[in-house]
């Protein structure tokens, strides 16, 4: 019968200690695979947290439950992945403060995602982002159309950043409430302003078809000028 406080098992768990090289070695490969799996999911993925504070906290939640729980999961090794870990956040610390496009690689970069009220295409295109989860973030923030937004930023940690037109330059707009915006047609039944539902580009339109001259698209709203209510 093993005792309780058997240190040798407790420490090394009776493996030799060169084992201890090749925890470095896993450490370092499985910290830089989070990394790169948790940098493809997206900044909406890892929301608040830039993907290298996440990277951490998940590398060090792992190397500290195992020991927590298993027997056969020495201490020594355990300390030996933290070691690892933070060697490897000072390094990638040192190096974001040295080189911009190592950050950017990192960390990600700041998308401009409204541009004067319209859609920044390119900006979407860089972004696995569903136009329903970012019309849901410009409504948690008041906002009835898009010509009540001036610019809105996606973040590195995944966090929406808003500027908002004063109330005088407030245009018209696509709408962004659901019962206005579900009800986008390619018949433009009565003259008047409307906004493409691709791009929100806005424009005076007679009865019939039309084609935005922006994105290619066809299909409008009938555009909003309403002032936002904070």
């Known amino acids: 019968m093993e005792a309780i406080f058997e240190w040798e098992r407790l420490l090394l768990n009776e493996l030799p200690k060169m084992f201890l090289f090749e925890v470095i070695f896993r450490s370092a490969v499985m910290f830089t695979i989070v990394l790169v799996a948790l940098r493809a999911t997206g900044k909406r993925g890892v929301?608040?947290?830039s993907?290298?504070?996440?990277?951490?906290?998940?590398?060090?939640?792992?190397?500290?439950?195992?020991?927590?729980?298993?027997?056969?999961?020495?201490?020594?090794?355990?300390?030996?992945?933290?070691?690892?870990?933070?060697?490897?956040?000072?390094?990638?610390?040192?190096?974001?403060g040295k080189s911009k496009w190592f950050e950017k690689l990192?960390?990600?970069?700041?998308?401009?995602?409204?541009?004067?009220g319209k859609f920044s295409l390119s900006g979407f295109k860089k972004e696995s982002l569903a136009q329903d989860e970012f019309f849901s973030e410009l409504r948690l923030k008041s906002v009835e159309h898009l010509g009540q937004v001036k610019n809105a930023y996606l973040e590195p940690n995944g966090a929406l950043s808003v500027f908002f037109y004063e109330d005088s330059e407030v245009t018209p707009g696509l709408p962004i409430l659901p019962q206005l915006y579900n009800a986008k047609s390619k018949v433009i039944l009565k003259e008047g302003c409307y906004a493409c539902s691709f791009c929100g580009h806005t424009e005076n339109l007679k009865e019939g078809e039309a084609?935005?001259?922006?994105?290619?698209?066809?299909?409008?709203l009938i555009a909003l000028k309403t002032l936002r209510k904070a």
Not at 66 to 90: K, N, S
Not at 106 to 116: A, N, P, Y
């Open 47 to 49: 929301r608040q947290l």
């Open 106 to 116: 990192i960390e990600g970069e700041t998308v401009c995602l409204i541009k004067e």
């Open 211 to 220: 084609t935005c001259p922006k994105c290619g698209h066809n299909t409008w």
């Open 51 to 96: 993907i290298f504070e996440t990277v951490i906290i998940i590398s060090l939640g792992s190397a500290a439950g195992d020991p927590m729980f298993y027997e056969d999961v020495g201490l020594v090794p355990a300390l030996v992945v933290f070691a690892t870990v933070i060697v490897l956040y000072r390094f990638v610390t040192w190096l974001t």
